[in-house]
């Protein structure tokens, strides 16, 4: 028995934010019935395609576990039928451009009128507001949730993550609403909808920068590079590079090899407790009682001289050699591992945080499994559905539809090119 077993989704997500949501309520152990458009389905099916005709890693990678059924939603028997699968479903999850579920009738009102339990789950780029009909992309998040502007260099662009936190981090937050208005529903026997705004998601994970910007107006920050390098702050949180976040000061340091290999570098974390072992492992024992170095304060305005200190030693190691030695010392670091690294990792891939899973057009892949491990309901990665691969088996099975009806379904157009109709 999964977690989640016996709850129906209906997935009306496309791209990547909804269908992270709906991937994770998948590997719970819903029943994730994708909704696509006939002939088409969702965008990514044929975005970034790397095999002619095959079906993305775009798109496998986010819509595993689930089921497909194609469906014209402007065609009147397919509207009809997609009330039906809304009487059907306990969850109904959609990120379409601001107003295009009104448009296909589909508003809470009708929706909660036509099954009182359905809880209705949906990303928006922007929650109320001036840019509350805008749509979004994931680096449009990241820029006007707070990343951008804080991400980078002090004298570079603003800049973007290679973490999706506009999207896969706007799924996870919605899957988590979703559960909790599940849980709600068990007292109340009512469904609910559920709202996250792409921008209030990337500001969210971004939080530590709004208090950088509070703690601005009380003076410099003193834990950033340019404080140690003598230059002014201006009224906004700046870009700090590679600095730590967090109140122990970081920075990412050349290791040997850095000359011809673009990931021979390793994250290196001063961290207080440990300070003491960090100057016998570098060769600077003396710094354990010298008033510039012996604090954490007085150390503030060096960072700059101790990492590269420190660099001098990290160059002498390859980033796993380092990382051996300090680990063994408790001293908080972490290589810069490249994606053919993580690909390659026999640890990861035994973790099941790497997957290898088998798709009968494309043949074997990697993508990554569930990251929220429950010791009661273990998740099994499964392929991603072919485009309306589950149309008839979901009329049929979920919907209660007949033969006839299914065949009269067919002929309206309302579901495309049908696989095919298996007898009832
Ligand atoms: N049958 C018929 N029509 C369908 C359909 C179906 N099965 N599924 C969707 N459609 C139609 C909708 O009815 C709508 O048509 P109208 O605009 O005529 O009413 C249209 O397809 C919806 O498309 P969209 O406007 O959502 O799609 P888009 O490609 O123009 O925009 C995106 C994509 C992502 C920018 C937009 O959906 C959006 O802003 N979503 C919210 C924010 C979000 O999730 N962004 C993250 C995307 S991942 O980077």
Known sequence: MKALEGVKILDFTHVQSGPTCTQLL????????????????????????????VDSLYFTMLNHNKRSITLDTKNPKGIEVLWRLVAECDVLVENFAPGALT??????????????????????????????????????????????????FRTGTPMVTGAQIGDSGTGLHLALGIVTAL??????????RVDCAMQDSVLNLCRVKLRDQQRLERGPLQEYSQFGEGIAFGDAVPRAGNDSGGGQPGRILK??????????????????????????????????????????????????????????????KTKFEAMDILNGLHIPCGPILSMKEIAEDQ????????????????GKYLTVGNPIKLSASATDVTRSPLLGEHTDEILRDVLGYSETERLNISESGAIGAIRKIAAA
């Open 347 to 362: 640890a990861l891939r035994k973790a099941g945080t790497v997957v290898e899973v088998d798709h009968p057009t494309r």
């Open 183 to 192: 849980y709600q529903r068990t007292h109340s026997g009512l469904g609910q």
């Open 26 to 53: 998948a590997w719970f152990g819903a029943d994730v019935i994708k909704v696509e458009r006939p002939g088409a389905g969702d965008a990514t099916r044929e975005q970034l395609q790397d095999i002619p005709d």
């Open 255 to 316: 290791c040997k090899g850095w000359e011809t290999d673009p990931n021979a570098y390793i994250y290196f974390i001063t961290q207080g407790p440990v300070w003491e072992k960090i100057c016998d492992v570098i060769g600077e024992p003396t710094w354990k009682t010298h008033p510039d170095y012996a604090t954490a304060k007085a150390r503030l305005p060096h960072l700059n001289e101790i990492f590269t200190r420190i660099e001098a030693w990290t160059m002498s």
């Open 103 to 152: 448009r296909m009738g589909l508003t809470w009102e009708a929706i909660h009128a036509a099954n009182p339990r359905m809880i209705l789950a949906s990303v928006k780029g922007f929650g109320p507001g001036a840019y509350a009909d805008c749509k979004v992309y994931e680096n449009v998040a990241q820029c006007v949730g707070g990343a951008a502007s804080t991400t980078g």
